[in-house]
């Protein structure tokens, strides 16, 4: 990464943040937010799925058609358990959790994965490495003594705030890789050039559309005092 490339995707990421504040502190701007982000990946996906369904065979129509329903259902779930935990107090504060996890997570593999590089993780996605999986759990767990205080009447004890942590960063990587994998088979290097620096919208959220309902998910049922 070049530094004109790293200085692209840093003010995209300001940017990006400061718009997640502001949809944490107005509902209009977070409906828009939520819809934008919904109808722009979803099309993205779409121009992935044409790619790799590209035969005009039934089969592959089908299950482009499919992939694109499935898709289109998850998106709009995604949206809904995001829009209804930041209406809720009590919900607003995990959810923010949950998101700075996820940029923790991208920030930890980035950096570690460009100081300490070493072997690949995986064949999916060559740019990954193990040094940057690492890092990923380890800038996201940094967040444990800053939400501890905050989120500490909510939680059984530190131990499962950790837990929550560790998972979350793991569905995080691995939405990563989901896509990366789509992008590999549809034989592309972004989703889109959207957003400067980053790619396509779907290449900045896609850890995030695995992490944040399974993490909404996990919260709820096993680490929260009912």
Not at 70 to 78: A, D, E, G, Q, R
Not at 181 to 204: E, W, Y
Request: net charge positive; hydrophobic share 55%.
């Amino acid at each position: 990464m070049t530094l004109k490339d790293f200085t692209k995707r840093l003010i995209t990421s300001v940017l990006l943040i400061i718009l997640l504040v502001l949809s944490f502190s107005y509902s209009f701007i977070l409906i828009i937010s939520l819809i934008l982000v919904s109808v722009i990946s979803w099309i993205e996906f779409n121009k992935l799925n044409s790619k790799i369904f590209k035969k005009k065979n039934k089969k592959h129509i089908f299950y482009k058609l499919l992939a694109n329903i499935l898709s289109l259902f998850y998106l709009i779930i995604f949206s809904l358990i995001i829009f209804f935990s930041i209406s809720q107090d009590d919900l607003k504060l995990v959810i923010l959790f949950l998101f700075s996890i996820c940029i923790c997570s991208d920030m930890g593999g980035l950096l570690f994965g460009k100081f300490f590089k070493g072997k690949k993780l995986t064949k999916i996605s060559p740019n990954k490495t193990i040094s940057g999986s690492i890092g990923s759990f380890i800038l996201s767990l940094a967040l444990v003594p800053i939400f501890n205080i905050y989120l500490k009447l909510l939680f059984i004890d530190l131990y499962n705030l950790i837990l929550l942590v560790i998972i979350v960063s793991l569905l995080c990587q691995i939405g990563d890789l989901f896509i990366s994998f789509l992008k590999r088979k549809a034989k592309v290097k972004d989703t889109s050039n959207i957003l400067p620096g980053h790619g396509g919208l779907l290449d900045r959220i896609d850890g995030m559309l695995l992490a944040i309902p399974f993490g909404m998910i996990i919260s709820n049922f096993f680490i929260f005092k009912i």
